[in-house]
């Protein structure tokens, strides 16, 4: 299970700017921020949010990598699914604009709408059950604490890739990645389960 932008494409998110653009004050999480609002308040915000990441969703490019790890993942057997904080129809169309939509079949792209935000464990355990599934089989893929912290809360191995980023949290972190590209070395020619069980 993979993170989208910034992860399995090149981030293009700027949250300052987002949070700016919102009247969101510096900080807060945003999707928390606008449910801490009344309906009325937010219902206009969660729309412009809509608007500037559907913008940012038709820019989208791969990360250096990830061609190449989705198409072995895919060959190996391996179940595909995407649990993003944005929206399916936006995550759909980032797919579609970086060119890995062909993997990921659209009912294992969770967004907001489908599941409750990360750092909630509810998508994974979501694409869990529908793959028939345990959490000893899963592996979260993502570049932030939200991402790690869900797959944490879920039970399922942890991967932080880094792509540049100094930030590091090690105590949600079951293994650190500098890129796709070093997460495909690491599992080619490898049982999944049997590549990460010596860290776990």
């Known amino acids: 299970m993979f993170d989208l932008d910034g992860t399995l494409t090149v981030a293009q998110h700027n949250f300052d700017d987002i949070r700016s ?19 009325r308040q937010a219902a206009p915000l969660r729309g412009r949010l809509d608007d500037i990441e559907a913008a940012l969703s038709t820019a989208a490019r791969p990360a250096p990598g990830a061609r190449e790890l989705l198409t072995m993942l895919r060959a190996s057997g391996a179940r595909l699914g995407i649990l993003t904080r944005n929206t399916r129809d936006n995550a759909l169309a980032a797919l579609g604009a970086a060119g890995l939509a062909d993997f990921f079949a659209a009912e294992a792209v969770l967004g907001r709408g489908e599941a409750a935000p990360k750092p909630s464990a509810d998508g994974i355990k979501q694409l869990l059950a529908a793959w028939n599934g345990a959490s000893d089989d899963g592996l979260m893929i993502g570049d932030v604490h939200l991402d790690l912290a869900a797959g944490r809360a879920a039970g399922v191995l942890t991967v932080h890739v880094s792509a540049g980023s ?7 972190t079951d293994h650190h990645l500098l890129s796709l590209s070093q997460l495909y070395d690491v599992l080619q020619g490898h049982n999944l389960k049997a590549a990460y069980a010596r860290g776990r």
């Open 21 to 39: 653009a919102l009247g969101i004050p510096p900080g807060h999480l945003i999707l928390e921020y606008l449910d801490s609002l009344p309906a």
């Open 166 to 172: 100094h930030r590091r949290w090690p105590e949600l």
